[in-house]
């Protein structure tokens, strides 16, 4: 049984890259020419292998793939571009600055993603794309949404920037439609700081992607610097020892005594130093008339680098993740599964990115039990973006996404973790769903 005062102690996630590659990275980053060379196409090749398709093209960013994306298929203004409201607002932007119109379309909180429900619902006459987003790392059942896309005539995008490795019925996300889309953002499983990539077997989309790719200018370096000084502080606070003697406990204070403070602490915060505040992608639900001037510069050979690094390991990090998420299922109490994600139950075909539970009542409740029992906690960080008021003019009622946003918590399973870990997990979990019931 595991007390009040328990010895184990587990931070919310960990960064997919180790300390020493990061300082190394810097180190390499202090003398790069930031050229766009060599190493970025072994990547694109790297990608293009992994995933079984024709071409892969790297850029800036997810935000900007997008944008790109979208320009690529020369769709009249007022088009219809039919998307989940759970995202980084910037994809609404890439969508709204070229005279597309967003329209949301409600979530699932089985599997995180669309409601094919209601997909169907709002699919009209204007429609023509629709831009999938596999959240938490778990799959949905993709042939339907394929189906039905091609039906309609839709073109069918898929964000897996969660998701890589994540398979349904043995073909990986991110290959079932027109276009996969991923972010290489610092977090991301595959990463490269700041960075995106598309994948296609479309000759003709990748040839267009390629054309808008030759303006694009040299990346600053710091961006980057930002970036590595963010990840290099998550490791040190999410560090096993640090984090069991010092980061527990200031969040244990922050918690009971400024609980406001402790809602936003992994809210992004706006950047206002003397940098401007558009080169560290700041995910602020602002409405764009055009994408940043900033926003436009080529994928690096030192991005490769650190990309090609989680390439190598993503398996590994894959197995490691589902051997612990069955561990987990297989502990958790009945009364505690009714609270988990329905698609969980399956992990040869999720990669357990997150492990969300669904609160029945106050989050913030569940979130305090389980950081009093040593356990750090999170909800979604992204943007509700059909509730955003610089998003008004979009605005739907979308119930199963505000309960996504609102009610979910993600447990830890990052892949660092021990068997005795989950074990504790598990007891705590269990134990507060014997008491709330």
Same mark, same amino acid.
């Given at each position: 049984m595991i007390g009040r005062r328990?010895?184990?102690?587990?931070?919310?996630?960990?960064?997919?890259?180790?300390?020493?590659?990061?300082?190394?990275?810097?180190?390499?980053?202090v003398v790069s020419d930031m050229r766009r060379g060599d190493r970025a196409a072994v990547l694109e090749a790297r990608l293009r292998e992994r995933f079984g398709v024709t071409h892969c093209t790297t850029l800036s960013t997810y935000r900007m793939a997008v944008h790109f994306v979208l320009k690529a298929l020369e769709l009249d203004r007022g088009d219809e571009v039919l998307l989940t409201p759970i995202t980084i607002p910037d994809t609404v932007n890439a969508i709204h600055v070229l005279g597309l119109k967003p329209v949301f379309v409600d979530m699932d909180p089985a599997t995180h993603n669309m409601d094919l429900a209601d997909l169907r619902r709002k699919s009209g006459d204007r429609s023509r794309v629709v831009l999938m987003t596999h959240l938490a790392g778990i799959s949905p059942e993709m042939e339907a949404f394929a189906e039905f896309t091609a039906s309609r005539g839709l073109a069918l995008l898929e964000d897996f920037s969660q998701s890589y490795g994540g398979t349904w019925r043995g073909k990986p996300l991110g290959t079932f439609g027109l276009?996969?889309?991923?972010?290489?953002?610092?977090?991301?499983?595959?990463?490269?700081?700041?960075g995106g990539f598309v994948l296609t077997s479309d000759t003709g989309l990748f040839e267009s992607l390629r054309a808008q790719a030759e303006g694009l200018h040299?990346?600053?370096?710091?961006?980057?610097?930002?970036q590595l000084a963010q990840a290099l502080k998550i490791n040190l606070f999410a560090s096993r020892p640090v984090f069991r003697l010092f980061t527990w406990r200031m969040l244990r204070f922050v918690q009971r005594f400024m609980p406001r403070r402790f809602d936003t602490i992994q809210t992004p915060r706006a950047v206002t130093a003397c940098i401007h505040k558009d080169n560290f992608f700041e995910d602020r639900p602002i409405l764009r008339s055009r994408m940043p001037?900033?926003?436009?510069?080529?994928?690096?050979?030192?991005?490769?680098? +650190?990309?090609?690094?989680? !390439? &190598? #390991? /993503?398996?590994?990090g894959n197995r490691r993740r589902k051997v +612990?998420?069955?561990?987990? !299922? &297989? #502990? /958790?109490?009945?009364?505690?599964?009714?609270h988990v994600a329905g698609a969980l139950v399956e992990p040869e #075909?999720?990669?357990?990115?997150?492990?969300?539970?669904?609160c029945s009542g106050d989050r913030r409740d569940?979130?305090?039990?389980?950081?009093?029992?040593?356990?750090?906690?999170?909800?979604?960080?992204?943007?509700?973006?059909?509730?955003?008021?610089?998003?008004r003019a979009y605005a739907c009622d979308t119930p199963g996404a505000d309960t996504i946003k609102g009610q979910v918590v993600f447990l830890p399973v990052h892949e660092d973790l021990r068997d005795g870990d989950i074990t504790a997990l598990a007891d705590v979990v269990n134990r507060y769903y014997a008491s709330s019931s």
């Open positions: 328990t010895a184990t102690r587990l931070p919310r996630g960990k960064f997919f890259i180790p300390t020493r590659v990061l300082l190394k990275a810097l180190g390499r980053l276009a996969g889309l991923g972010s290489l953002s610092a977090g991301k499983t595959l990463s490269s700081l700041a040299r990346p600053e370096k710091i961006t980057f610097c930002y001037g900033a926003f436009y510069f080529w994928f690096s050979d030192w991005q490769a680098e +650190l990309t090609l690094y989680c !390439l &190598d #390991r /993503l398996n590994e +612990l998420g069955r561990a987990l !299922l &297989d #502990r /958790l109490s009945p009364a505690a599964m009714r #075909r999720n990669t357990y990115y997150h492990f969300p539970v669904l569940f979130q305090e039990y389980l950081l009093r029992h040593g356990i750090d906690s999170a909800g979604y960080i992204l943007c509700h973006c059909a509730q955003a008021e610089a998003f």
